[in-house]
Structure formats: structure tokens, C-alpha cells
């Protein structure tokens, strides 16, 4: 599976969007990106998987770009409850149910007042 | 979405007794399932794979008799920890795919050996 780079802290003040930076520059053709975060002492949570077009659900939308080398996860109005670890993996996937995932450092998110 | 659970949330032990950690998909069947580990200011890290009916799969320096899996059920996995040491504890985790492919995890299973 590809490896994923992403910075290890973000500040984002309340309200604001929240873009965090994923780069996968070694992405193949049939690896999705997936984006999962964990708050402090609880296990981590999905938050939104792409292959190449744009995504969005209740919680957040992913932008990739055209190359499918780097993505951002956007949370368009941050709360203090988002205040996390967010965690960008590619891996093979799309309905393969079985696959591994491989977490990296991730970048913690701290939302401030 | 899909719950997993984790039996017990916490646990702690003596030096050199076994642990066993349930996890549960609650409303789905996951012929798979996966076992992570996390210490503390750590990302989570890839133990081993569950698979029903037959052996788990384990990563590489994972020592497979001293954390024994069994997925005896399609919606049960459960990770022993053998003659536990301190070294050992640790925040343990597991998680489960869907048919859609949407990996959820539980709570987390905190374990202190004393």
C-alpha cells in the first residue's frame, strides 16, 4: 500500500474550515484514499473514502486532486469536538472487503475557541 | 453507521496471568477482523488479522503465541494475551470491514499489567 505523508499538527479556530493535507504521491490506480480520525482514548472513526472524484458526506468532504497524488479532507465548520488525530491511509479497497489498514502518524487537529 | 464492540473497555492484571479481549461486530457479519495496538502518544499498530474459521494472519515481530486470536463466529473475534508482562499493556483495538468496504473499529480494550 501506498505511503501517506501528512504534517503532524493543525490549529483551526471554531466555526472556521478545516483543510488537512494528505500527500500520496506513490498512489496506484486501484488504491482509494481513506480518512479516518480518533479522538483521545477511543477507537478511530470513518470519516470519508475516494478513489478519484470528489466526496462528500454529513461529516466532511475529500478533494482529490486530478493526479491522485495528494488530497484534503475538509471539515467546513469545526467544532471543538473535532478536536482529533486525523489520519489519511491509501490502500487497495472499493468493495474488497478484508483489506488492512496500514495508520501512519496522522495530524493532530486542535480546534481552539 | 456499523458498531463494533470491545469486552472488556478495561482490564488490569497480574504479571504472568492471561487476557482475553472480545471483539464484536454488532450488526453486520465480518468474515475478518483486525487487532491493533497503541501506546501512549502512538499511532495505532497492525497486530494481526482475524479470519473466520481458519488461522490468523500476523505481522511481522508480532509473537503468535503470546497473542493467540480466534474468530469463532462471523460476528466474534477474540485476542488472548498469554502470561502477560508489563511490557504488555497497552491500549488494544479492534475493527471490522462492511460489505461497503467502511472499516469500523471499537472502543478500545485498555490493558495494565501489574
Known amino acids: 500500500d501506498a505511503k501517506t505523508t501528512q504534517p503532524p499538527s493543525m490549529d483551526c479556530a471554531e466555526g472556521r474550515a478545516a483543510n488537512l493535507p494528505c500527500n500520496h504521491s506513490?498512489?496506484?490506480?486501484?488504491?482509494?484514499v481513506y480518512w479516518y480520525r480518533q479522538i483521545h482514548s477511543q477507537g478511530p472513526q470513518y470519516i470519508i473514502h475516494?478513489?478519484?472524484n470528489n466526496e462528500t458526506n454529513e461529516m466532511a468532504s475529500l478533494i482529490i486532486t486530478e493526479d491522485r497524488k495528494s488530497s484534503t479532507l475538509i471539515l467546513p465548520h469545526a467544532t471543538l469536538r473535532d478536536t482529533a488525530v486525523y489520519y489519511c491511509i491509501v490502500r487497495v479497497g472499493g468493495g474488497n472487503q478484508g483489506g488492512k489498514l496500514i495508520f501512519g502518524q496522522g495530524t493532530e487537529l486542535s480546534v481552539k475557541p | 453507521g456499523a458498531v463494533v464492540s470491545q469486552h472488556p473497555s478495561w482490564v488490569i492484571c497480574k504479571s504472568g496471568t492471561s487476557v482475553k479481549i472480545e471483539c464484536r461486530s454488532l450488526?453486520?457479519?465480518?468474515?475478518?477482523m483486525f487487532w491493533y495496538r497503541q501506546f501512549p502518544k502512538q499511532s495505532l499498530m497492525l497486530m494481526a488479522t482475524?479470519?473466520?474459521?481458519?488461522?490468523?494472519?500476523?505481522e511481522q515481530g508480532v509473537e503468535k503465541d503470546k497473542f493467540l486470536i480466534n474468530h469463532a463466529s462471523l460476528t466474534l473475534s477474540t485476542l488472548t494475551v498469554t502470561s502477560a508482562h508489563p511490557e504488555d499493556s497497552s491500549f488494544y483495538i479492534c475493527?471490522?470491514?462492511?460489505?461497503?468496504?467502511?472499516?469500523?473499529f471499537g472502543p478500545g480494550t485498555r490493558l495494565t499489567v501489574t
Open positions: 475493527s471490522a470491514p462492511t460489505r461497503a468496504d467502511e472499516q469500523y
Open positions: 450488526d453486520f457479519q465480518a468474515t475478518t
Open positions: 475516494g478513489l478519484k
Open positions: 482475524s479470519n473466520e474459521g481458519s488461522k490468523a494472519t500476523y
Open positions: 506513490t498512489i496506484s490506480g486501484n488504491e482509494y
